[in-house]
């Protein structure tokens, strides 16, 4: 598979949200839109994100990143971003 288009399930347009970019997220978030996949993503640290928007990747500029547009969300982050970007724990 080398794109978004050639993943089972995958519907043309398909967004995905991603928290966390730290030594696991940020990879697996390049290794996504390298492959295609439409991300948005948003890090604590406002660095993090220049590799992945360099990439193609959506930066957020809050962890409020999907606003109900997103189809699915990853979140690798500490509580205290979990909390916020779900509004639970």
Request: aromatic share 2%.
């Amino acid at each position: 598979m080398t794109n978004a288009s050639e993943r089972p399930g995958a519907e043309p347009g398909e967004e995905i949200g991603f928290v966390g970019l730290g030594v696991m997220g940020q990879p697996m978030a390049l290794n996504l839109t390298r492959a295609g996949t439409r991300l948005v993503v948003w890090n604590r640290s406002p660095a993090a994100p220049d590799p992945l928007r360099a990439a193609g990747a959506a930066v957020a500029a809050s962890v409020e990143l999907g606003n109900g547009r997103l189809d699915m969300m990853s979140v690798l982050e500490a509580i205290e971003a979990r909390t916020a970007a779900l509004g639970r724990s």
